[in-house]
């Protein structure tokens, strides 16, 4: 686009402004002027505003009530602060499964195997065709995927979801066959493969998906990552940094970091932050040791879910915590007043407030 000729800025730093609102506050200037008005479907301004927007991660949590069937979903923004968001546009019971560059993969609660991709801040949606294979509700051991994995390429604005688990055949057990099916959004079609398999995975394991490089990352029970490369449909294995502690009280997770890898580790009295520096050669790098001492008490029950260079997102029970890596202040961003909900880290995902589409 060209210049304003008649006004005080240029476009671009216009352009520049405008990325760096809130989705709905960009929404409303729609209403501005002509210019103003295409920039949702500008080609240009939505990929410069998703760069902008995937610099500052947010946390994205489901506040269940242990009594009752309905529950809100809270998202922290480290820029600015607390909101409540809602699914009620996808008229179903859902649960997020997975989380990527602002799409969300919901699964529906009353009828298994339909499974939803939509975007929360523009409330578009996608429901995803089921697989022609009756095999996909049964995985072992409750019908459902171990796994699911949502992968979003903010420049071609396409997505996959993988849903993978072990196999079983009605009225049997698990025979280790490890299926894996991949929806891709440009042909609106499912594809599926088989492997044998021996990992498992705890609930935060599935819940941490991180797609980098082109592949979804789990980190498994078995000390190692396991990967999925979307281009060629393999798994492989990675492995876990040499100088990872193992202490019997240390505890591991994976998030992204600034579009690498990372792990946390947290024990006792540390929680040290290792970044995948060279993804080829599986080269880790220890990025940050912090000192735990002034929430001793919080950390047997916390748990990293969202991080920049700049600060780390944690969940407990009933708080949403944030540390600012450079000044090393912590601060509580989130508390639950109601004393019976569920743990707040049970149902947190790492979240970005894109203008990607799901169509």
């Known amino acids: 686009m060209n210049s304003v000729k008649d006004g005080f800025f240029p476009d671009e730093v216009i352009f520049q402004i405008l990325a760096r609102l809130p989705v709905k506050s960009l929404f409303r200037t729609k209403t501005v002027c002509k210019l103003w008005f295409r920039l949702s479907s500008d080609k240009y301004f939505i990929q410069l505003y998703n760069e902008v927007s995937v610099r500052n991660p947010m946390v994205l949590v489901e506040v269940s009530e242990v009594s009752e069937s309905k529950s809100s979903l809270i998202c922290v923004d480290n820029l600015r602060g607390v909101s409540e968001i809602s699914l009620d546009f996808l008229n179903d019971r859902v649960k997020i499964r997975a989380s990527c560059n602002g799409l969300l993969c919901c699964s529906s609660i009353p009828d298994k195997g339909v499974y939803y991709v939509c975007n929360p801040m523009t409330r578009e949606f996608r429901l995803l065709p089921k697989s022609r294979e009756r095999p996909v509700t049964r995985f072992y051991p409750d019908g459902e995927a171990s796994l699911v994995g949502l992968a979003c390429n903010l420049w071609t604005q396409k997505f996959n979801v993988v849903l993978a688990g072990y196999h079983r055949s009605f009225g049997h057990r698990s025979d280790g066959t490890f299926i894996c099916f991949v929806f891709d959004s440009e042909s609106n079609k499912w594809r599926k493969f088989m492997s044998i398999q021996d990992y498992h995975f705890t609930h935060m394991n599935r819940n941490q998906v991180v797609f980098v490089n082109g592949s979804l990352h789990w980190l498994t029970g078995s000390s190692c990552i396991l990967v999925l490369d979307l281009d060629c449909d393999i798994w492989r294995k990675m492995s876990l940094p040499d100088k990872l502690g193992h202490g019997s009280g240390n505890r591991i997770y994976m998030l992204e970091l600034d579009s690498c890898l990372s792990l946390i580790e947290i ?31 919080l950390v047997p029950g916390i748990f990293p879910i969202s991080q920049t260079s700049e600060y780390v997102f944690l969940a407990t029970h009933k708080q949403v915590l944030v540390y600012q890596r450079k000044n090393r202040v912590w601060k509580e961003m989130y508390s639950v007043k109601n004393g019976s909900t569920l743990p707040l880290w049970f149902s947190a995902h790492a979240f970005r407030s894109t203008i990607l589409s799901c169509h």
């Open 267 to 297: 024990s006792d009295s540390w929680m040290n932050i290792w970044v995948l520096k060279d993804y080829v050669r599986e080269e880790w790098d220890l990025a940050d040791r912090v000192s735990l001492r002034c929430i001793r008490g």
